[in-house]
């Protein structure tokens, strides 16, 4: 659903300048010497027998113009809270590096991989008739895994023909082997092609969807009769992060609240009203790289979220021209089984969170205040993230 004072001494005056401060206003106040009189200083006289002998003072005084380091700051006290934060933190990792990515998958599931050579228009009325956004690519000229088809794909053909309306007659005879040509016409990121072995460690799968940016990532196995590569499965943040919800109780641990955490997103947040043009809002999804702008009203109140996804809602059956709607008319066509929008405070705590992502299908949740105005918004990549980074060089301390 995340971020030192040195040398004051340098400003105070020096042992040695204290010392001369405090020779001359002993001489100017010494009176018995008339106005206009001189004295002058004496070295110091060595007690008899006691030659090299060294002051005491001496060890304060230092060259003016040279500082003293800074000693270094005590260690900050680990509280109670911190430490079960710690704890439930480290918890999670030790859990995600002996569990694989098949503990992840149901006991049953269904796979629909597309071919690369497969119509953009039938590609989306497949993802529409079984509720699905995204499926792994299949080139069977090399039978190799070409990648993973997402909304990001079918916001990128958008944004080609926006560049190139006069393409737009032929939209309906783009094939999916053609999305590395568009990638490159409109410069933007190529698509996913990232995958793992699903023996691998699933601490290993979260991490490689973080470098990449991934929400999701293909399993990829070898056959072992025809030695060749197979898709298994595609496992999902949010399938992750409940699987460790429902089988990690030391998430009762993460008691800290979000404003203590640096954890989501709450500056330069992109926004956008119900009057909004969807390709207005389409633009602030790829220039920002997000996946979901907040829609608010006059007074900055969040009433509702427009998502990726909500895209393929709108081109299915390749009717385009339904992007000219505006958001408020686009999220109409949202089905039935919509589950809504998620919101929490600032001060929630991590336990909670996991609490509802074991309960519900949640993608990201907004973050608000009393007034249901926007504070910022936390997703499940900011999640995963903050698991797997948040004191991770501190797993070697023993309890």
């Keep these: 659903m995340a971020d030192e004072a040195e040398d004051e001494l340098n400003n105070l005056p020096t042992a040695a300048g204290t010392g001369d401060g405090g020779a001359g206003a002993g001489a100017g106040a010494g009176g018995g010497e008339g106005e206009g009189s001189q004295r002058m200083a004496s070295p110091p006289v060595e007690p008899a027998g006691h030659e090299g002998f060294v002051q005491p003072s001496s060890y304060l005084r230092r060259p003016r113009g040279q500082s003293r380091a800074m000693p270094p700051p005590p260690p900050k006290l680990e509280t109670a809270v911190d430490r079960d934060q710690r704890r439930g933190l480290q918890s999670i990792r030790a859990f995600l590096k002996v569990r694989t990515s098949y503990d992840v998958l149901p006991l049953s599931f269904r796979l629909i991989v597309f071919d690369t050579s497969l119509l953009v228009k039938k590609s989306l009325a497949i993802l529409n008739q079984n509720g699905i956004v995204s499926a792994p690519l299949w080139d069977s000229k090399t039978s190799t895994f070409a990648g993973l088809l997402t909304t990001s794909d079918y916001i990128n053909v958008i944004q080609y023909y926006c560049l190139h309306p006069e393409e737009m007659s032929k939209i309906d005879q783009f094939r999916l082997n053609s999305l590395r040509a568009i990638e490159k016409d409109i410069n933007v990121t190529p698509i996913e092609t990232v995958s793992i072995h699903p023996l691998r460690p699933l601490y290993e799968a979260c991490r490689r969807m973080l470098e990449s940016r991934a929400r999701r990532i293909p399993l990829v196995d070898m056959d072992d009769e025809t030695r060749r590569a197979m898709v298994v499965s595609v496992v999902t943040q949010y399938r992750i992060l409940k699987f460790v919800a429902v089988n990690v109780v030391e998430t009762q641990l993460l008691r800290k609240p979000l404003r203590h955490l640096n954890l989501g997103t709450y500056k330069n947040l992109e926004t956008a009203k119900m009057e909004t043009p969807v390709l207005e809002v389409i633009q602030q999804l790829v220039h920002q790289n997000i996946s979901s702008v907040p829609i608010l009203n006059s007074d900055g109140v969040v009433v509702n979220v427009f998502e990726a996804v909500d895209v393929i809602a709108l081109i299915k059956g390749s009717v385009y021209e339904e992007l ?37 299908r949640v993608h990201r949740f907004v973050v608000i205040d009393e007034q249901n105005r926007l504070v910022g918004m936390l997703t499940l990549s900011d999640i995963l993230e903050y698991v797997l980074l948040e004191g991770e060089g501190d797993d070697h301390k023993q309890e």
């Design 324 to 360: 000219n709607l505006s958001v408020g008319e686009a999220l109409q066509k949202r089905s039935d089984d919509f589950p809504g929008i998620y919101t929490c405070s600032i001060d929630d705590r991590l336990d909670t969170i996991f609490d509802t992502i074991r309960k519900s």
